[in-house]
């Protein structure tokens, strides 16, 4: 490792004495986009909470697509961030090397498909760098069929060491690339529990409104039509002193709009786009609900439980490394519409369920630490 000089001095003796000291680590980290979504997230969060001293942090950004605020964030706490640009496939990964090249890290970390955007520059790099590849979701999902078959070609062709964020996740890699459990680390991503952490409203309800709230891009794997669809078809009584919040972005926000006006729903659903104050919204909030299709690891439901709500959620993926059934929350089915009707209105029906559950779900929130998560990972960049 390359060592720098610092001059400290010696209260004791009076004099000046030299040390050395190793130079930060030099990671790079790479994501096709910096938007709001779980990845972006999770790349944002661990860049910003390593050790400076140890470790240098690059954002690569292989695709070019930037929320401001985002990039803002990581510029604010000193971390650099590359942005490629909108090219071609061919053009991106060209581009990527260059950068890989002309920065020379000790670590490279990708996320979802950036690992195809610097395959050539890895590929050009010393063989003694760490190569790490988070699995953000079930594998084969995100990339189905030949992507997939890229993919494990590239793992194996690189030693890219793969770490998986749930049980679900780390299991569905093991069977895609033939690889033992024990050869994918398991880690967890955290959650900011001084960020998201309850209200007054959470210790004592004063009001009869029950306020349901989703987050989540409104992309067609978070099923937010079915999640509209089980609102609607509440019983009239119960619905009448309920709302449903839906915070994100995405495509199908245009069609989610319309099927709210045609249900004749505008007073009781909101969609509120892309948000950065995600915290007071679901402060403000009394239940979590989602009928998401896939899940890794989902980000927004843990910070949900850090803000004490109980969860009524799909038991798809991760989630089930998260929420315990009957004790943070309700599991339902996934594309079960009544079940998830029925769910919502037995805790709309219960408040004191709801404060139990959300207790409950407070404190599952809190074994989930970032700190933990950026030790492991730490100790990966580290070579141990």
């Not at 050790?51 to 690059?58: K, L």
């Not at 890699?173 to 991503?189: D, R």
Request: aromatic share 6%; proline share 4%.
């Amino acid at each position: 490792m390359n060592r720098v000089k610092h001059i400290r001095t010696d209260h004791v003796g009076g004099h000046l004495e030299n040390i050395s000291v190793p130079a930060p680590v030099n990671v790079i980290f790479a994501i096709p986009t910096l938007l709001t979504g779980g990845a972006e997230k999770f790349v944002m969060e661990l860049a910003v909470r390593l050790d400076p001293i140890r470790f240098h942090s690059t954002v690569l950004v292989t695709r070019g697509r930037v929320d401001a605020a985002s990039l803002q964030h990581l510029e604010r706490a000193g971390v650099e961030v590359v942005v490629v640009g909108r090219q071609s496939w061919i053009s991106s990964i060209f581009i990527c090397a260059r950068v890989l090249l002309r920065r020379k890290p000790q670590v490279i970390h990708t996320n979802i498909g950036s690992i195809f955007h610097v395959s050539l520059g890895v590929f050009l790099l010393k063989r003694s760098i760490i190569r790490i590849h988070t699995l953000h979701n079930i594998a084969g999902y995100a990339e189905p069929g030949s992507r997939l078959l890229i993919i494990k070609n590239i793992i194996n062709l690189m030693k890219f060491q793969l770490v998986s964020i749930s049980h679900a996740v780390r299991e569905s890699a093991s069977k895609a690339f033939a690889l033992p459990l024990e050869q994918i680390p398991l880690i967890p991503n955290g959650v900011d529990i001084h960020r998201f952490a309850p209200g007054e409203k959470n210790e004592k309800k004063t009001d009869s409104e029950i306020r349901f709230v989703a987050v989540g891009s409104l992309s067609p794997v978070k099923a937010h039509a079915a999640l509209i669809l089980a609102f609607e078809r509440m019983e009239i009584s119960i619905r009448d002193r309920c709302s449903l919040t839906i915070a994100g972005g995405g495509p199908l926000y245009a069609e989610l709009a319309d099927l709210i006006r045609s249900l004749n729903l505008q007073d009781r659903v909101a969609l509120l786009g892309n948000r950065q104050d995600v915290s007071p919204i679901l402060e403000a909030s009394d239940v979590f609900v989602s009928a998401s299709l896939t899940e890794g690891f989902p980000l927004s439901l843990l910070e949900a439980m850090a803000t004490g709500l109980p969860a009524v959620v799909t038991a798809v993926g991760g989630v089930g490394d998260i929420v315990r059934d009957g004790v943070e929350g309700i599991l339902i089915e996934p594309q079960n519409t009544a079940m998830l009707t029925r769910s919502m209105e037995k805790l709309a029906r219960d408040v004191g369920l709801q404060l139990e559950f959300g207790q409950n779900a407070r404190r599952r929130a809190e074994s989930f630490t970032w700190d933990r998560c950026v030790a492991s990972y730490s100790s990966l960049y580290a070579g141990s």
